[in-house]
Nanobody, 117 residues
Framework: QVQLVESGGGLVQPGGSLRLSCVAS????????MAWYRQAPGYQREWVAT???????TYTESVRGRFTISRDNAKNTVYLQMNMLKPEDTAVYYC???????????WGQGTQVTVSS
């Protein structure tokens, strides 16, 4: 079992930045996949960014060039740096971890991001 706790959400003006954190209950060393998803009111959960084996990163087109996924093994933490935020980025953001390729997905409880003037 892996427990994940997200933080760092809040209210920010368009063009601003936030850094989301996702702290895992155990070591993330060697973890196969870490990712961020988001869900806006009335919409399905949407994939945002993925890191595979701590090296390979991919992003959904709408955030590419603005968001960066990273991790700190020493702190058991996955980050999502979000720059140049837009109102359409408003959502609850969730992190997920899969320890091995065939393993289960673990989810955090989410953190709210609101982009508004």
């Amino acid at each position: 079992q892996v427990q994940l706790v997200e933080s760092g959400g809040g209210l920010v003006q368009p063009g601003g930045s936030l850094r989301l954190s996702c702290v895992a209950s155990g070591s993330l060393f060697g973890t196969y996949l870490m990712a961020w998803y988001r869900q806006a009111p009335g919409y399905q959960r949407e994939w945002v960014a993925t890191m595979i084996r701590g090296q390979f990163t991919t992003y959904t087109e709408s955030v590419r060039g603005r968001f960066t996924i990273s991790r700190d093994n020493a702190k058991n933490t996955v980050y999502l740096q979000m720059n140049m935020l837009k109102p359409e980025d408003t959502a609850v953001y969730y992190c997920t971890v899969r320890k091995s390729a065939a393993g289960a997905d673990y989810w955090g409880q989410g953190t709210q991001v609101t982009v508004s003037s």
